[in-house]
């Protein structure tokens, strides 16, 4: 009954022409017209028809058509600089996050903690493991040991302790205490004595339980592994672009050679945490006057090259790496470098374009939603994060578009070359950067 009541009233509203105010028909709410006399004279009447009403400007509709077009303009200007200040406050906060995390490398096992705090720690404290064999790295060596029940490792150092020491930052190797004492010479470098009650004096320090290798043993254990071959040159590559940023780091630092040996370099695995090995930076790094002529040093560049042909990681880039470093430029550790983060961690799947430009964008957006996707993930986990992923969250803070760029091209030429179509890439170049 209702709805029939207002489709009446609706109809009913349209034939009188309702006022919007008060619901009356106009007829009502304003006074009638008295009638006009009719005049022979007049050309107008009751029956004559109605003037039009004025038309209105086209002016205004014009106007209006200006106006929406540039709203629209500036509907896309304001999205655009919205999007520029999410892509901003991402990339600040994941930086916020990597320093928390380079600020937060000496955090101590809450199971250590009281070996932190004990006084006057002797060797006798420490409990050698049976079955497991001493690791030597240059003047030092490691063992496995128990303080009580809780697995440590312990690194003995009978070389005298440099007052200098290095800025090395996430490539320290950090111990949860140190102290000095008389070990037994056996458990020394290079000891030739079999005699257990000659003693030495020794810096030990108390390292949480961890799995040491060198690079030239952490190289044979992947050759060894049961794994597949994608796998193996992953872990290399790993390793191999950890060597590259701590020689960047000692760079920095005016170091401009180091032992060929590569003794100054230890890699290692918390046992308890880790699935990738973390690359570490031995202190003492100057050249020792009394052993310089049993030592041999080479450049940085000559280093890594070392260990490339220990690590060999994927044969796609190991020619480019190499041809990068044997020409010993400054910049040829950053171009290493970015090959690496490229191979690692670069898009596989992108559409890069057929300009330089066109690459570069398209590398740009998908860096800016990979620090998207990192950065949601970081605050929904609030986890401790592993080397690997230190390293992936260094390479979305510092890389660029262009650094990626650059590489993959780097990539593109070396692998065109080997083909045996070198001279297709450098005209793609010319065409992209003209």
């Given at each position: 009954?209702?709805?029939?009541i207002?489709?009446?009233f609706?109809?009913?509203?349209?034939?009188?022409?309702?006022?919007?105010?008060?619901?009356?028909s106009?007829d009502?709410?304003?006074?009638k017209?008295?009638?006009?006399?009719?005049?022979?004279?007049d050309?107008?009447?009751?029956?004559?028809?109605?003037?039009?009403?004025?038309?209105?400007?086209?002016?205004?509709?014009?106007?209006?058509?200006?106006?929406?077009?540039?709203?629209?303009?500036?509907?896309?200007?304001k999205?655009?600089?919205?999007?520029?200040?999410v892509?901003?406050?991402?990339?600040?906060?994941?930086?916020?996050?990597?320093?928390?995390?380079?600020?937060?490398?000496?955090?101590?096992?809450?199971?250590?903690?009281g070996?932190?705090?004990?006084?006057?720690?002797?060797?006798i404290?420490?409990?050698?493991?049976?079955?497991?064999?001493?690791?030597?790295?240059?003047?030092?060596?490691?063992?496995?040991?128990?303080?009580?029940?809780?697995h440590?490792?312990?690194?003995?150092?009978?070389?005298?302790?440099?007052?200098?020491?290095?800025?090395?930052?996430?490539?320290?190797?950090?111990?949860?205490?140190?102290?000095?004492?008389?070990i037994?010479?056996?458990?020394?470098?290079?000891s030739?004595?079999?005699?257990?009650?000659?003693?030495?004096q020794?810096?030990?320090?108390?390292?949480?339980?961890l799995?040491?290798?060198?690079i030239?043993?952490?190289?044979?254990?992947?050759?060894?592994?049961?794994q597949n071959?994608?796998?193996?040159?992953?872990?290399?590559?790993?390793?191999?672009?950890?060597?590259?940023?701590?020689?960047?780091?000692?760079?920095?630092?005016?170091?401009?050679?180091?032992p060929l040996?590569?003794?100054?370099?230890?890699?290692?695995?918390?046992?308890?945490?880790?699935t990738?090995?973390?690359?570490?930076?031995?202190?003492?790094?100057?050249?020792?006057?009394?052993?310089?002529?049993?030592?041999e040093?080479?450049?940085?560049?000559?280093?890594?090259?070392?260990?490339?042909?220990?690590?060999?990681?994927?044969?796609?880039?190991?020619?480019?790496?190499?041809?990068?470093?044997?020409?010993?430029r400054?910049?040829?550790?950053?171009?290493?470098?970015?090959?690496?983060?490229?191979?690692?961690?670069?898009?596989?799947?992108?559409?890069?374009?057929?300009?330089?430009?066109?690459?570069?964008?398209?590398?740009?957006?998908?860096?800016?939603?990979?620090?998207?996707?990192?950065?949601?993930?970081?605050?929904?986990?609030?986890?401790q994060?592993?080397?690997?992923?230190?390293?992936?969250?260094?390479?979305?803070?510092?890389?660029?578009?262009?650094?990626?760029?650059?590489?993959?091209?780097?990539?593109?030429?070396?692998?065109?070359?080997?083909?045996?179509?070198?001279?297709?890439?450098?005209?793609?170049?010319?065409?992209?950067?003209?």
């Open positions: 009954m209702s709805s029939a207002c489709q009446n609706v109809q009913n509203a349209w034939k009188k022409e309702l006022c919007s105010n008060c619901f009356k106009k009502e709410h304003t006074e017209p008295k009638p006009r006399p009719i005049d022979d004279t050309t107008e009447n009751e029956y004559s028809t109605p003037e039009p009403a004025p038309r209105k400007s086209l002016s205004l509709s014009t106007d209006s058509l200006m106006t929406g077009g540039a709203g629209e303009e500036k509907r896309k200007e999205n655009k600089d919205n999007y520029g200040a892509v901003v406050a991402n990339h600040e906060a994941l930086a916020q996050v990597l320093e928390n995390i380079q600020q937060q490398s000496n955090h101590v096992q809450p199971a250590l903690r070996l932190k705090s004990s006084p006057n720690l002797r060797w404290d420490f409990s050698m493991k049976s079955g497991t064999s001493a690791v030597t790295v240059g003047r030092r060596t490691f063992h496995q040991a128990l303080w009580g029940t809780q440590v490792t312990l690194m003995v150092n009978t070389d005298t302790v440099t007052s200098s020491t290095l800025s090395l930052g996430t490539f320290s190797l950090t111990p949860v205490t140190e102290f000095s004492d008389l037994a010479e056996s458990y020394t470098v290079k030739e004595s079999k005699d257990s009650a000659k003693q030495r020794a810096t030990v320090s108390v390292l949480p339980w799995q040491v290798n060198t030239e043993s952490y190289s044979e254990l992947l050759k060894s592994k049961a071959h994608e796998d193996m040159w992953k872990d290399a590559n790993f390793v191999m672009l950890q060597l590259v940023n701590a020689l960047k780091t000692l760079q920095a630092q005016g170091i401009e050679e180091l040996s590569l003794n100054c370099f230890v890699l290692c695995k918390d046992v308890d945490k880790d990738h090995h973390r690359l570490c930076v031995l202190q003492g790094l100057a050249p020792d006057p009394a052993n310089k002529s049993d030592e040093y080479g450049t940085l560049c000559v280093i890594a090259l070392k260990a490339l042909n220990f690590l060999q990681p994927s044969p796609k880039i190991t020619p480019l790496i190499h041809s990068l470093l044997n020409k010993e400054a910049v040829s550790l950053t171009q290493v470098k970015s090959v690496l983060e490229f191979c690692l961690w670069g898009p596989s799947d992108v559409c890069l374009g057929s300009t330089i430009r066109e690459r570069e964008l398209a590398l740009q957006r998908w860096l800016d939603l990979q620090r998207a996707t990192v950065l949601h993930g970081l605050v929904c986990a609030r986890v994060l592993t080397v690997h992923e230190e390293c992936h969250l260094l390479f979305l803070v510092r890389s660029s578009a262009r650094m990626m760029c650059d590489a993959s091209l780097l990539i593109e030429s070396s692998n065109m070359k080997h083909s045996n179509f070198g001279g297709g890439h450098k005209e793609y170049v010319r065409a992209g950067t003209s």
